[in-house]
Nanobody, 123 residues
C-alpha cells in the first residue's frame, strides 16, 4: 500500500507565497514522475506542474515563472513552491505519483493520489 500526503496549504493574500509538500510512503520500490494538479470550484482538475525521475519539469502556462516543482528522492517527497500567487490560483491542490510498489512477491505500477490541500488566495 502506498500513501501520498500533502501539506502546506493555506490562505494568503495576492502576491504571497506558499510551499506545498507531498510525501509518499509505503511499500515503494521506485517513483517515476510526480506532479501537482489543482481543481477549482466548478472546474475540471488541471495539471499544474510535473517532474520526471530525471528532474525534467513541465508547467502549465498559467504558472510558468511563478511556481517551481522539485523533488527529494531520498525523502520520496515532491514540493511546489508557489510565488506571486493570484486569486485564480485558489483551488484544491493534489499530488500525484507514478509509483512501483510491491507486496513482497508482486510488483505494481500505477498512479497514486493524495487527498488534496486547500489553497486560498484572497485579500
Amino acid at each position: 500500500q502506498v500513501q501520498l500526503v500533502e501539506s502546506g496549504g493555506g490562505s494568503v493574500q495576492p502576491g504571497g507565497s506558499l510551499r506545498l509538500s507531498c510525501a509518499a510512503s509505503g511499500s515503494i520500490v521506485s517513483i517515476n514522475r510526480m506532479g501537482w494538479y489543482r481543481q477549482a470550484p466548478g472546474k475540471q482538475r488541471e495539471l499544474v506542474a510535473i517532474i520526471s525521475s530525471e528532474d525534467t519539469t513541465n508547467y502549465a502556462d498559467s504558472v510558468k515563472g511563478r511556481f517551481t516543482i522539485s523533488r527529494d528522492n531520498a525523502k520520496n517527497t515532491v514540493y511546489l513552491q508557489m510565488n506571486s500567487l493570484k486569486p485564480e490560483d485558489t483551488a484544491i491542490y493534489y499530488c500525484s505519483g507514478l509509483i512501483t510498489s510491491t507486496t513482497g512477491t508482486l510488483f505494481r505500477l500505477r498512479d497514486y493520489w493524495g487527498q488534496g490541500t486547500q489553497v486560498t488566495i484572497s485579500s
